[in-house]
Structure formats: structure tokens, C-alpha cells
């Protein structure tokens, strides 16, 4: 169902973590060793994070069983970017309205400066 | 926490009937109860939904006591979109490369097609 898979995708992403390992892979592939390094979290907390991300299809392993690097895999991202896009017109009206607020503001402002003088 | 508002808002869009009521909030403003109808759950599911959405910044409640209408915030998916977007470049690689693969076999067929003749 497709509306299942982005709520895994969702949930997947809720994590400071998680998206880290995603930053940290979207520069290339790195074993699961390298990925623990930088987070100070031990390597089965990292296996935790990892198996959420696959099962979310957000990264593929190697089958190397001495080196099995991570990968990226942004397909899943496209989908969520899809679905958040169809909103942009509600987060662009709502800055457009402050704009002309602000604009409203200022033009109100240099007239009472004005008459102030 | 910047991290952590990303996490609220992802962990918001985790769920089919939160994304679906933000779907029906992007056509304007919207009581509960009339919220609640189509999803055919109850009204308490209901609140328990809009009480992650207005958590997470996603919806604000009218203070109406008689009519409490609930509307769309969009800016903590400009965030959302925002990380995302990020990725973007990895995704579109990724059909770039299909993309070139599927022209290659075209252009192998072609050629196949040619000789049988």
C-alpha cells in the first residue's frame, strides 16, 4: 500500500540519527564500523538504526560478509518529497502574506516618520 | 532543537489518517466533527490525532468553544521539504542512470532488430 510505505518512510526519518547515517552515506558508501565512529553509540545501537533504514528501502547492504558497506537509496525520499510538495503552496501563501505585512509595516512606519519631522 | 522539530514533524507524517486529515485541512478550515466523518473512527481517535498534528505545529485550533475549526500550519513542512530536498540530486542521479540504461538497451535492440532483417 502505498500510503503504508511512506508512513515507514516518515518514521524512519523521525530520528536525529538516523538522518545523520543518511547524511553520512549521501557523500558514498561506508562500512557499518566507520558509521558507529562519529555517533559514540555502540555498534548494536547502529545495527538497530541500519535495519530500520533497509527495511525502509532508504539503504541497501552488501553481501561482502567481511565488509558490508551501506548505501543510499533515495528512491523512498522522492516519494516523501512528492507528498510534502503538494503543500509548498501553503508554506509560500503564508511567507508571501507576511511579506506583504512586513511591507505593509514599513510603508506605515516612514509615513508617521515623515509627520513626525 | 532544530533535529528534533524535524523528528516531531516526521513522526507526525507517520501515519495515513494524520496525513489524510492534513490533506482535507489544505482545502480550509475544518471543525473535528466534520473531520472525523470520513475516516469512519471516532471522535477520540480523532483528537488523538490532531493533538500530534497541533503538537508538531502541523494544525492550529480555532479557541471557539462551540466551533473549535482546525487549519493547516505548513512551515514545519518547508523544514521537512527543506532536508529532504537534500537528497535530491541522489534521486535524480538514480533515474539519470536508469535513464541511460534503458536508452543503451534501446539502442542494442535497434541494432538487433536491424541485423535480423
Not at 14 to 26: E, H, K, Q, V, Y
Request: net charge positive; with cysteine; charged share 25%.
Amino acid at each position: 500500500m502505498a500510503a503504508d510505505r511512506l508512513s515507514v518512510t516518515f518514521s524512519a526519518l523521525a530520528d536525529p540519527t538516523r538522518r545523520a547515517i543518511l547524511a553520512r552515506l549521501s557523500t558514498g558508501e561506508v562500512s557499518v564500523g566507520e558509521l558507529a565512529e562519529p555517533f559514540h553509540i555502540s555498534l548494536p545501537a547502529v545495527t538497530k538504526h541500519l535495519n530500520v533504514l533497509e527495511r525502509a528501502g532508504l539503504i541497501a547492504r552488501g553481501r561482502n560478509a567481511q565488509w558490508r558497506p551501506c548505501r543510499l537509496q533515495a528512491a523512498p525520499l522522492k516519494a516523501a518529497a512528492n507528498w510534502i510538495g503538494e503543500y509548498r503552496r501553503h508554506w509560500e501563501q503564508r511567507f508571501d502574506r507576511l511579506d506583504s505585512f512586513l511591507h505593509a509595516l514599513q510603508a506605515k512606519e516612514k509615513k508617521h516618520a515623515r509627520k513626525a519631522k
